[in-house]
């Protein structure tokens, strides 16, 4: 079945770096768009970066462009979130789907907390 193992979060002071990974199961993950979301406290989710399946494009939130980045390992089904220069309304869970969540299945997401 569809499946996505969220990791790499924690609790950083603000202007550190975190790398988050997302290893996705069950599907084509190499033919897929891959999408990173966020959802913070009360708040709704939201879709942060996107990355299509040959790499070929790139879409982030044009707010994060300067500290987010995106990639992906297609021999590894893992897509990655780089996130520079944390600040505190970073803070939220992290998750990883496909392009617009088609499967309707999501992980158990990756908690970043910004703080000092």
């Known amino acids: 079945q569809v499946q996505f193992v969220e990791s790499g979060g924690g609790l950083v002071q603000p202007g550190g770096s975190l790398r988050l990974s997302c290893v996705a199961s069950?599907?084509?993950?190499?033919?897929?768009?891959m999408t990173w979301y966020r959802q913070a406290p009360g708040k709704e989710r939201e879709a942060v970066a996107e990355?299509?399946?040959?790499?070929?494009?790139?879409s982030i939130e044009e707010t994060l462009m300067d500290r987010f980045s995106i990639s992906r390992d297609n021999n590894k089904n893992t897509v990655y979130l780089q996130i520079n220069n944390l600040k505190p309304e970073d803070t939220a869970v992290y998750y990883c789907?496909?392009?617009?969540?088609?499967?309707?299945?999501w992980g158990q997401g990756t908690q970043v907390t910004v703080s000092s």
């Open positions: 990355i299509s399946a040959g790499d070929r494009i790139v």
């Open positions: 789907n496909t392009h617009a969540a088609s499967f309707g299945v």
């Open positions: 069950g599907f084509a993950f190499s033919r897929s768009t």
